[in-house]
C-alpha cells in the first residue's frame, strides 16, 4: 500500500462575482482564516491587485505556509477563480479548500464549480 506525505487540491470556478466589498482583501482575509482555523503554519501572506493595465483586473493572492501554500487567483471581468491548496504532513488539505469553498459560494451565489483535482504528492512506499 502506497502512502502520501502530501496532498494537493486544485478548483477552479466561474461565475465568482463577490457581494462583498473589496474581492481582494475579503479573499485573503478568508484564506488566513481558513488556514488560522486548520493544523496548517502560517509563515506569510500576500495579495497583489491587477486594474487591467498590464494583466486582466483582478488579484491573485498566497498564504505561505510551513507545509506549502494556499493560493487564490480571480480574473475579476470573466467571473473566475481558481483556489490551489498543497499540505505536507497532517493538514486535512480538503478541510482547507471545503471552508474556503463554504465562504466563497456564500458571497458569491453564482459560482459554479468547473473542475477538482486531488494529487497525493511524495508518494511514499
Known amino acids: 500500500m502506497q502512502n502520501s506525505h502530501g496532498m494537493h487540491i486544485m478548483v477552479d470556478y466561474t461565475g465568482f462575482f463577490p457581494?462583498?466589498?473589496?474581492a481582494a482583501d475579503w479573499m485573503i482575509n478568508l484564506m488566513n482564516r481558513v488556514i488560522d482555523e486548520s493544523?496548517?503554519?502560517?509563515?506569510h501572506s500576500h495579495i497583489e491587485?491587477?486594474?487591467g493595465a498590464t494583466s486582466p483586473p483582478g488579484f491573485a493572492a498566497v498564504v505561505l505556509?510551513?507545509?506549502?501554500?494556499?493560493t487564490a487567483h480571480c480574473y475579476s471581468q470573466?467571473?473566475?477563480l481558481s483556489i490551489d491548496c498543497f499540505t505536507c504532513g497532517s493538514?486535512?488539505?480538503a478541510?482547507?479548500?471545503t471552508a474556503m469553498e463554504a465562504a466563497i459560494k456564500a458571497a458569491s451565489p453564482s459560482l459554479k464549480l468547473e473542475k477538482r483535482h486531488s494529487?497525493?504528492?511524495f508518494i511514499i512506499g
Request: net charge negative.
Open 39 to 43: 493544523t496548517a503554519l502560517r509563515v
Open 19 to 22: 457581494t462583498v466589498d473589496n
Open 65 to 70: 505556509l510551513d507545509e506549502s501554500h494556499l
Open 95 to 97: 478541510a482547507i479548500i
Open 91 to 93: 493538514t486535512d488539505t
Open 49 to 51: 491587485e491587477f486594474d
Open 119 to 121: 494529487e497525493n504528492r
Open 78 to 80: 470573466k467571473g473566475w
